[in-house]
Structures are given as structure tokens and as C-alpha cells.
């Protein structure tokens, strides 16, 4: 009878080690499919911020508005990436996009920052205007 027992729980124990090697080939595969998922994932911006920084400093504005725009399109809601975009536009010389952007900017995230970079392209958008002819 003993020995009948002794066979059961060696029966069982195999039975244990089987389980916990199949659950250790299923933990590795969804390790492995988090991990490739989270290089492709769309919150993830396509360029890094490094690369439309490059663009700027080479004076390259319409490469660096090109990426910034695509990671912008991802990631509507990021107030870094539209105060990113009115940075481009005011280097650009485009006065009315860039308030438009510093604007988003400011309504995402309302910090002193924000504010400071809107005031200040309002107040260049308002020294503009007076210093244009009148319309005729």
C-alpha cells in the first residue's frame, strides 16, 4: 500500500514539474511579444525629440517641423510637442501657427512657462502689426 502512495506522489510531482515548466515557456513568450509590442507602440513618438532638436540646430526647420508634426499626430494631447511646434513655426517666421501652437500648448498643461512663451508671441504678433502699413 505504500509503495502505491510513494508511486502516486512521485506520479504527481512529474505532473508539478511539467506544469511549472509549461508556465515557464508561456511567462517567456508573452515577455518576449510585451517587449516587441512596446518597440512599435503608436504612444511612443516616431523620432525622438533629439532628432527635431539636430534639425533645429542645423537651422533645417522644415525636416524639423516634419518630425515634430508626425510625433505631434501621435500624441495630440502633449503639450512638450505643440510648444515644440511653436518654437519651429516662430524659427520659421510663421507668427500665426506658432500662437496657435503655443495656445494648445498652454491649454494641455496651463504652467507659467506655457503662458510666458504665448504672452511673449502675442506680444510679437502685436508689435508686427504696428509697425505694417495700413491696409489700403
Known sequence: ?????????????????????????????????CTVTN?????NPPHSWDTVRTAMRELDYPRALSLAQA???????DY????YLGAIYLAMGNLTNSEA??????????SEENEKDLAAIRKR????????????
Not at 514539474?17 to 518576449?32: F, G, K, P, Y
Not at 518597440?39 to 504612444?43: E, G, K, L
Not at 501652437?101 to 496651463?110: D, S, W
Not at 504678433?125 to 489700403?136: F, G, H, N, S
Open 71 to 77: 510625433n505631434v499626430l501621435l500624441l495630440p494631447n
Open 125 to 136: 504678433i502685436a508689435a508686427t502689426q504696428l509697425t505694417l502699413p495700413p491696409p489700403k
Open 101 to 110: 501652437e503655443y495656445q494648445r500648448a498652454y491649454e494641455l498643461f496651463p
Open 1 to 33: 500500500m505504500s509503495e502505491d502512495i510513494n508511486q502516486q506522489i512521485l506520479d504527481e510531482i512529474r505532473k508539478s514539474r511539467r506544469s511549472n515548466q509549461v508556465l515557464l515557456v508561456v511567462a517567456v513568450v508573452v515577455l518576449i511579444l
Open 80 to 83: 512638450y510637442g505643440h510648444g
Open 39 to 43: 518597440r512599435s507602440n503608436p504612444r
